[in-house]
């Protein structure tokens, strides 16, 4: 596609249950990221995708949170028993061959946890 | 402290005046910045990305390098309302990710 495309746009979600964001790269690009942007601050880190193999995934806060690139475009953050802290905007990035090139953002999604 | 420094802000400056955001960095070995402009609401866009050490221009944005101080810097040259925006700090430090710095908050005003 022509830019990184992200879905849902936006998503309320009751405290305790399971969300699943998707992001469709710009076809090519090799590298995938995944970022959580809370309320006024900076991007923050939460994983790595090159091809279909997720590379870091340091940044992910809790182990209710898992991503997947199964076939090495198309990926999946999937947050589990949503707590409110989990509130914010998660942005998928793509690369055409790592972090020298500087990211494509998608538009987000915004997560509202009730 | 975090590894990419920035002032929140926010900046205010007049219409036509150059502006300029500053950002620090910890990790020595950093190689490339990226600065990235977000207007409210929206997803973070690339301006601009600098390796070397001194500047590196492109239309009304300079980008400043100075791995000595770990510093990187960013000019807009004739401010325009419409850069009125958060303008994010960007560096290779260390991971196979970018890391952010919080932002900037500029505001032109009219």
């Known amino acids: 596609g022509a830019g990184v495309s992200q879905s849902p746009r936006y998503k309320v979600a009751k405290r305790g249950q399971d969300v699943a964001l998707r992001c469709d790269p710009i076809s090519g690009h090799v590298s995938l990221f995944w970022y959580q942007q809370a309320l006024g601050q900076g991007p923050e880190f939460l994983t790595y995708?090159?091809?279909?193999?997720?590379?870091?995934k340091s940044g992910l806060p809790s182990d209710r949170f898992f991503a997947e690139r199964p076939e090495g475009s198309v990926s999946t953050l999937k947050i589990q028993r949503t707590q409110q802290e989990d509130s914010a905007v998660y942005l998928c990035a793509s690369s055409l061959g790592g972090q020298f090139y500087g990211y494509t953002f998608g538009s987000g999604t915004r997560l509202t946890v009730v | 402290q975090k590894e990419v420094e920035q002032n929140s802000g926010p900046l205010s400056v007049p219409e036509g005046a150059i502006a300029s955001l500053n950002c620090t960095y910890s990790?020595?070995?950093?190689?490339?910045f990226f600065w990235y402009r977000q207007y409210s609401g929206k997803s973070p866009e690339l301006i601009m990305f600098?390796?070397?050490?001194g500047d590196k221009e492109d239309g009304r944005f300079t980008a400043q390098l100075n791995k000595a101080s770990q510093y990187v810097s960013l000019l807009i040259r004739d401010s325009q309302p419409s850069d009125s925006a958060t303008y994010l700090c960007?560096?290779?430090?260390?991971?196979?990710?970018?890391?952010f710095g919080s932002g900037t908050r500029l505001q032109v005003q009219p």
């Open positions: 600098i390796y070397s050490n």
């Open positions: 960007a560096g290779d430090t260390g991971r196979r990710a970018l890391t």
């Open positions: 990790d020595r070995g950093s190689q490339s």
């Open positions: 995708f090159q091809n279909e193999a997720q590379l870091d």
